[in-house]
């Protein structure tokens, strides 16, 4: 067995762990932009509704 470096050591005993977080972050910023869709619709969904219902009648 080889004696590393401290330099070595230490970069392998430390170093972040960072293969899954790229996916991580891609996930909640889906789950944000769904919770914001979400609340508009709720929000303005009935507003939406009658005006394509006043479309429909003028039709």
Known sequence: ???RDRKEVKTMLF???EKGQGL???ALI???VA???IVILALLGPAIGNIFSN???RI
């Open 55 to 57: 479309i429909v009648n």
């Open 30 to 32: 889906l789950v944000l």
């Open 35 to 37: 919770v914001v869709v």
């Open 15 to 17: 170093a972040p762990k």
């Open 1 to 3: 067995m080889q004696i």
């Open 24 to 26: 991580v972050e891609y």
